[in-house]
């Protein structure tokens, strides 16, 4: 059968066969532990899940507005006034079907064939295969990890061409949990203003920051800045509500028109129960967001200092999200492995820790941790992988 062009250029995710075979070896009753969670270990505080319930009892299980219901679009923009004090209307906010499909529209309303979309790396695995889904054309600039992996206002300027439409931020980040800095940010920002492109802002893990770092959005710093960026977000990570599947971009009003028409013609709406959900996320108490940052905080100190003295790793110290991206090319080297994707496989099959390879993140000497875990399992895994390095080393 002949599929569509669109499919065929996607790139397969490299997390697919370590996954699987994690599975298997569960499932064949081995002791496995999985770092690949990109989703917090707590439950969905009491309170949101008590709004969902009255929803439902309530009879609000029906058809919503495409882009999303009024009170949730308010509770998102009193979000913003209080967290960055940004200022929007209902018109500059869709609602959608989690942060992922808010990318998704965004890219599919904004691209045409050819059009440019500049992605700093390492990047979320599917920041391309969306720009590529809208006939877009993915730019890499590289993050060095001598610059915290974050790419300068110089790079972003030798990427821009005519045909550069956007440029895609995401700080915090996954996969590396660094943060653009303030003035960073506004230097990039300038380069964007000169050649006039887009700036698509990803700030899903706005919440998760630790020590003295500070999470900014771009859109803060000008309100020339403000009315280039598209900002997504959601309650995945802050609230940890994956499951849920509500995000959401705030915006240019043009630009969020289309999209909510975009969305009226392929998810109707969101899931009503889960837009009241939401709304009882925001507008209610925000202490199980801190407590649940402070226990990735604990986690990320005690489990770095481990990680940094397994032979081989060297690892810079996140500043938010909850995942850990070592330099592992050193540890494959040093046990007879001539990538790090062989390395993490064998990993998989001899200790039962399954890691992903930095390549699906367009760094190949890099592995990405989630401690998204139990310390306790999160030490035993450490643990494991210093045993295999001790057995393997040359």
Known sequence: MKLAKRVSALTPSSTLAITAKAKELKAAGHDVIGLGAGEPDFNTPQHILEAAVTAM????????????????????????KRDQG???????????????????????????????????????????????????TPVFVEGSENNEFKITPEQLEAAITAKTKAVIINSPSNPTGMIYTREELQALGEVCLKHDIFIVSDEIYEKLVYGQNEHVSIAQLS???????????GVSKSHSMTGWRIGYAAGDATVIKAMTNLASHSTSNPTSIAQYATIAAYNGTQEPVEMMRQAFEERLNVIHEKLINIPGFSCLKPQGAFYLFPNAIEAAKLTGFDTVDAWVEAILEEEKVALVPGSGFGSPENVRLSYAT?????EKAVERIHSFMTRHMK
């Open 57 to 80: 009892n309530d009879g609000q299980t029906k058809y919503t507005p495409a882009g999303g219901l009024a009170p949730l679009k308010e509770a998102v923009i009193e979000k913003f």
């Open 86 to 136: 940004l200022t929007y209307s209902p018109s500059e906010i869709i609602v959608c079907t989690g942060a992922k499909h808010a990318l998704y529209t965004l890219f599919q309303v904004l691209l045409d064939e050819g059009d440019e979309v500049i992605i700093p790396t390492p990047y979320w695995v599917s920041y391309p295969e969306q720009v590529k889904l809208a006939e877009g």
């Open 223 to 233: 309100p020339a800045l403000k009315e280039k960026t598209i900002i997504i977000n």
């Open 374 to 378: 139990s310390l306790d399992l999160l």
